[in-house]
């Protein structure tokens, strides 16, 4: 040691690893305009294309001619499904065991759908050309109510056999789609029967759309001298896109080489498959020439991935003291024309059956029912882990429902039903284990940090001042706590189409000691080259400035299962820390070696190994990764690299308490936010700063889907919100400040603890902002009123109530 | 969304402008800001062949407020309305309207000539100037006639404009007593789900002129003579102010829209209404 | 029909000179002939602000702009407004406070930023959320974004109080 030397704590600092609110790395290029999207590629000879979409919701399709599109100067080629049919690529797989048409097959199952795909010289050519494709329809009757779906003769989906089981077993009718069952329904029913109080209602939780900024689109290049296929898309699994490809088009996987480049925000829009995809492959093998498509935002709201639509109808029981003893839950969910929901295989409704929240319920069942309808394919999990937004939206409404049943407050209704931090890891009635909890200190720190009593104290006397006619604004106070279930998952019961889902890290360490590291997600936004060098960082002694963090090009990455519901962080985060261990442990054989002692003698001190006992003796991992490229050292190979394949043993569960005081205006139906506190427990916390980006993200998008954001049909199956104009997306106008808090109740099985943070403030905002403005009526009679919240339905509660006689 | 092509102009003068009208008639369609007209080009909802850019032509800009006239100019901006503290001094309810419509980009393109000309019941200056009893310029082949602005609006999108005009000033006597600009819109960048446009003059507690305009509550703007001639002579009590309301009621025939059904917009008119001649009666 | 026109643009300080149809928009004259791929098109209908750019001293929405609108115009782009060597405040105080995550709407924003201060150099957040309400950004919730804004803000004034 020497004065030049810095002592450990600098040393920590310089590492900037874990825990530290580290600058984004990737802000330097974003900010200068310097980012890389798909629209952004530019290829020699590039040709542009669009789509000729269906008009109707549902329809025969008795002719297409396409002479008059062809014709036009700069039209290179017109596909319909006559011309995929050969290839076999008319119809394609989804995600969720069914088939999708690519291009319409004979007729049109929703508003929006894809006819044709005209593909010219540039986008003005193509535009003008889809004008010129004419289509012949024949209307066929409309269904957009699910339920009236499985009462009407008419049959959607022609092209399946109503006898037949569908992928996930019996069809009771030839617009259903599966029955999916946890729990036990008898017992459930028998405690329902013989409950001392029992609550009920029907929860409606609306379609919508993650709507990211950027829209979805691709560019295919096939080679064809190569005999390759170069796609680069908005892709959230560009592995699974790779293998999708593959098998669909008959190309060899190593002859396609796909990349996601930056994307523009992703929220669940962009994890499926969709036909732009596929025709813009297709257009370039015909043609031989790069073909880009990309949608604009009204194909965008109106074609891919819509979220959500459950009809959720819950019984709930409990003691007269509020102790919960059942919950009963049945949902009929609109999957629209095709089940193109992306879902682990075995989970049609995701994990819905984590609708048993927070609490400590002995006995459950779910039932879902999936129904078609003339609505846009999709069910996509919109900035959350499969379907957790709806299932936390229901217990979280149904609690408070039993709290007025009850006549008890809601915030002491939960904390009497919480698990308690003794009983984790705690097996769920419907069957989940959740790893890690400490419920009652969350909840407690958050309704101290509001002042619970007082804000409660303060809505007693507005609903005084209301009644005497002093006031006509209302205050609702919005409690929720959330556990979420992210991370998958486990490679025994998680798979999309058969791929398990693991997730992956592979390491190169330099000789002069920096450091490449690749992985099988793709950041969207969530800052994973800045937070996956802080965990390598914290794992191997090198500074993350560093550590270079790649993702999303499959020729060079290792593969994974992508980035959604929450799983980089408990899943390829994971795999980054034991493909770091690896590193770590052959560094630990290499330093022994040059430190002339056993390999057990010495032990890593944040950025070197030292000979135990004597910390002056030591070699940086700098010097260690020279060594392993220029020394011969016995028994060890040249060269410092790793790789991990991370099978997660559980999903990881976070959780939080969140409360938001709103103010509404009767007479408008305007709300105003007044105070929103998130307190978020993601276990182990890689970089503060970016966790607190990531929640107030996510609170506002779940503002919107709470207060106005829906996609709306008519009776005819049109799209009433097709343009940011109707489909509701808050400006920093509409947007209130958030104040975030958090505790730290590491995962026990994830190798740093952590659990994941993105979509938790989704999960439990849109249940907070709802009970808001529930809770603001709740003294005037209100039981349950359905989102979105938007002005004139919350009006239409306060009329419903006789607020305005 | 790519716009059908057309043929583009960009006269220098007037005499250019209504050449290119007169031969095509409603097939050409003038441009100021844009910001009505090109969404709907590029949604293929409007059809426009040739398109008359008329950002060089002169003398269609600035705003003059003289001998208790304030004029204004087609091209105008929203931003320019907004930064003109002579017409904030005149006339400030066009600031405070002018701020609540689209947001800060579109306010720099869009012009109070587009905005009262373009037809679009959701557009607010045209309720505004129907309040200010402001009247268009309209330039054609047979020279310049003036519109009053009450008169100017015969159903979505149709106006008493003739083809071959172009409107290029709007002008309105300097406004005395108080005013608000009230509206309710679900975000920013929306349209009202009710806007009232109210200018009061109180005299000794007694409510000596008063003039209303509803905007988005029919396919025009609505001008409620008869709102106002319920305040006229009254101090604003609670039963002239409900009696405005009613009145008002009975002018505005709104239609359901995402932004609610027909019942809730007629309320929501209502609380906006009353909140607008508060607001304006306070400043007067 | 006017097929093609001689388009003349002054784009952040440079003079360009090409054919293009008069209807094709500015975003994509931007993007495609003078491969300036900063702003970017969201939502085409004037509502998100991603493809703000500055025409003749306004922030302007360029997928609502035709080309031949702007011909002869004088146009910045976030291309112009800092450089690696060389950043904006603007540029410095978002990656500072977080205020941005997909960077998406970052150009657009940071565009519509210069020009928020150059006007109102002494913002307020209520002015901060008023005068970037023309953009929208699907993944911060706007909190730091503004704080960025005002920070830049700050850091503009203080540069100017020394140079004082």
């Known amino acids: 040691m020497n004065d030049l030397t810095p002592d450990r704590d600098e040393r920590v600092a310089n590492l900037k690893g874990m825990g530290c609110s580290r600058k984004r790395v990737e802000d330097v290029r974003f900010t200068q305009g310097k980012g890389n999207y798909v629209d952004d590629v530019k290829l020699p000879g590039m040709l542009h294309s669009d789509f000729v979409r269906s008009p109707y919701a549902h329809a025969r399709i008795k002719s297409i001619n396409i002479d008059a599109a062809m014709a036009l100067d700069g039209v290179v080629a017109v596909l319909t499904a006559k011309d995929l049919e050969p290839l076999g690529l008319h119809w394609m797989p989804t995600l969720a065991g069914d088939k999708q048409m690519v291009l319409a097959d004979g007729k049109v199952l929703f508003q929006g759908q894809e006819v044709a795909f005209v593909v010219a010289k540039d986008r003005y050519i193509a535009a003008d050309a889809v004008e010129l494709v004419e289509v012949e329809y024949e209307e066929l009757p409309v269904i957009v109510d699910p339920f009236k779906s499985l009462e009407s003769d008419v049959v959607l989906r022609e092209d399946l056999d109503p006898t037949a089981d569908g992928a996930h077993g019996p069809r009771k009718h030839h617009n259903h789609i599966f029955t999916w069952e946890v729990g036990d329904e008898k017992a459930t029913n028998e405690v329902l029967d013989e409950a001392e109080v029992v609550a009920e209602d029907m929860f409606y939780y609306h379609r919508t759309h993650p709507c990211p900024l950027e829209t979805c689109g691709s560019v295919a290049s096939m080679d064809k001298v190569n005999g390759k296929l170069t796609l680069w898309g908005t892709f959230q699994a560009p592995h699974v896109v790779r293998t999708v490809a593959s098998l669909l088009s008959g190309i060899e996987e190593h002859n396609i080489r796909v990349i996601s480049p930056d994307i523009g925000g992703g929220f669940g829009n962009k994890v499926g498959v969709y036909p732009g995809y596929v025709c813009s492959i297709v257009a370039s093998i015909v043609t031989g020439k790069p073909v880009k498509w990309i949608e604009d935002r009204m194909e965008n709201l109106m074609s891919t991935a819509f979220a959500r639509d459950y009809w959720m109808k819950g019984k709930i029981s409990a003691t007269k003291e509020g102790k919960i003893t059942s919950v009963h839950c049945h949902v009929t969910a609109d999957h629209g024309a095709f089940d193109a929901c992306a879902d682990p295989t075995k989970f049609p409704a995701g994990f819905m059956n984590i609708c048993t929240g927070s609490y400590d319920i002995p006995v459950a069942y779910l039932g879902v029912d999936g129904v078609y309808t003339n609505k846009a394919p999709g069910g996509v999990s919109y900035r959350c882990s499969f379907r957790v937004t709806e299932a936390v939206y229901f217990i979280e409404r149904m609690i408070e429902v039993l709290a007025i049943e009850l006549n008890m407050d809601p915030a002491e209704l939960r904390r009497i039903n919480f698990i308690k931090k003794e009983q984790f890891p705690y097996k769920a009635a419907l069957g989940w284990e959740y790893d890690s909890g400490d419920y009652h200190t969350a909840w407690d720190k958050a309704l101290k940090a509001v002042d619970y009593d007082g804000l409660r104290a303060e809505q007693a006397q507005r609903v005084e001042d209301f009644k005497a006619g002093k006031t006509r604004k209302l205050m609702g106070i919005g409690l929720s706590f959330f556990t979420e279930i992210v991370g998958a998952g486990p490679v025994k019961n998680c798979d999309i189409l058969g791929m398990g889902m693991f997730d992956s890290c592979e390491i190169r360490i330099h000789p002069t000691g920096s450091a490449i590291a690749r992985l099988g997600t793709i950041s969207q936004g969530q800052g994973h080259a800045t937070t996956f060098a802080q965990i390598l960082a914290s794992e191997i002694g090198i500074s993350a400035d560093s550590i270079t963090i790649e993702e999303g090009d499959t020729d060079t990455a290792p593969y994974g299962l992508g980035t959604y519901g929450s799983r980089s962080t408990p899943v390829a985060g994971a795999a980054t820390a034991m493909a770091g261990r690896k590193i770590r442990a052959k560094a630990q054989m290499i330093a022994a070696y040059l430190l002339e002692v056993h390999d057990d003698d010495v032990e890593f001190d944040v950025d070197r190994f030292v000979v135990k006992g004597a910390p002056e003796r030591f070699k940086t991992m700098k010097e260690i990764a020279y060594a392993a490229y220029n020394q011969a050292i016995p028994g060890v190979e040249p060269g410092l690299e790793a790789v991990s394949y991370y099978d997660p043993p559980n999903m990881t569960y976070p959780f939080g308490a969140y409360v938001c005081v709103m103010d509404i205006d009767v007479d408008t139906g305007v709300p105003d936010i007044r105070r929103f506190y998130a307190l978020d427990d993601c276990g182990t916390r890689i970089n503060p700063m970016v966790i607190e980006g990531q929640v107030h993200g996510g609170l506002t998008e779940a503002l919107a889907v709470a207060l106005g954001q829906e996609i709306a049909y008519d009776d005819m199956g049109n799209v009433k919100t097709g343009t940011l104009m109707d489909f509701f997306l808050p400006t920093a106008w509409e947007t209130p400040n958030y104040e975030t808090d958090y505790t730290v109740t590491p995962s026990p099985h994830h190798p740093i603890g952590a659990k994941g943070v993105g979509e938790s403030p989704h999960v439990g905002g849109v249940p907070c902002f709802s009970n808001a403005v529930n809770d603001a009526f709740k003294a005037f009679g209100l039981r349950h009123t359905q989102m979105p919240h938007d002005h004139w339905r919350i009006w239409k509660t306060a009329n419903g109530l006789g607020l305005h006689d | 969304m790519i716009p059908a092509k057309f043929e583009y102009y960009r006269p220098t003068d007037l005499a250019g402008v209504i050449s290119i009208l007169e031969e095509h008639g409603d097939d050409a369609r003038v441009v100021a800001g844009g910001h009505s007209l090109i969404p709907m080009m590029k949604l293929r909802m409007a059809d426009v062949p040739h398109l008359i850019d008329i950002q060089d032509v002169e003398g269609l800009s600035g705003i003059s407020v003289s001998d208790g006239t304030v004029t204004i100019g087609a091209m105008t901006t929203q931003a320019e309305l907004i930064d003109s503290a002579d017409l904030t001094a005149a006339a400030p309810i066009l600031r405070e309207a002018a701020l609540q419509i689209a947001d800060p980009q579109v306010r720099y393109m869009g012009t109070i000539g587009g905005n009262v000309a373009n037809g679009d019941p959701g557009n607010d200056m045209p309720g505004l100037m129907q309040c200010l009893d402001a009247s268009f310029t309209l330039f054609g082949p047979d020279g310049e006639r003036k519109v009053p602005a009450r008169d100017f609006y015969e159903a979505a999108y149709m106006t008493e404009r003739e083809d071959e005009e172009i409107l290029t000033a709007i002008s309105f006597a300097v406004p005395n007593g108080g005013y608000a600009y009230e509206k309710q819109k679900r975000k920013i960048g929306d349209y009202a789900t009710a806007a009232a446009a109210v200018q009061l003059v109180m005299e000794g507690g007694n409510c000596t002129f008063a003039s209303i305009a509803m905007t988005n509550l029919s396919d025009t703007p609505i001008w409620s003579e008869a709102a106002a001639d319920a305040l006229t002579g009254t101090s604003l009590d609670g039963a002239a102010v409900d009696a405005a309301v009613e009145a008002m009621l009975g002018d505005i025939d709104p239609t359901e829209d995402n932004r609610g059904p027909i019942e809730f917009k007629r309320h929501a008119a209502a609380t906006i209404l009353r909140r607008a001649i508060a607001r304006a009666a306070s400043r007067a | ?164």
């Open chain 3, 1 to 164: 029909m006017t097929d093609k026109m001689h388009v003349k643009l002054n784009v952040n300080g440079e003079d360009h000179e090409f054919l293009a149809e008069p209807r094709e928009l500015l975003i994509y004259a931007l993007r495609e002939k003078l491969n300036l791929t900063g702003p970017h098109v969201g939502c085409e209908t004037t509502h998100c602000g991603a493809c703000t750019v500055t025409l003749d001293g306004k922030s302007v929405k360029s997928c609502t702009v035709f080309v031949a609108q702007a011909n002869g115009a004088e146009i910045t782009t976030i291309e112009g407004i800092g450089n690696p060597d060389n950043l904006h405040v603007l540029q410095e105080a978002f990656r500072e406070h977080h205020g941005l995550q997909c960077g998406f709407c970052t150009p657009g924003m940071i565009t519509r930023a210069t020009k928020l201060l150059e006007e109102n150099p002494n913002p307020t957040e209520e002015d901060v959320r008023f005068g970037m309400a023309g953009n929208i950004c699907r993944c911060t919730g706007y909190q730091n974004i503004v704080k960025s804004v005002l920070a830049a803000a700050s850091e503009l004034n203080g540069a100017k109080e020394a140079a004082q």
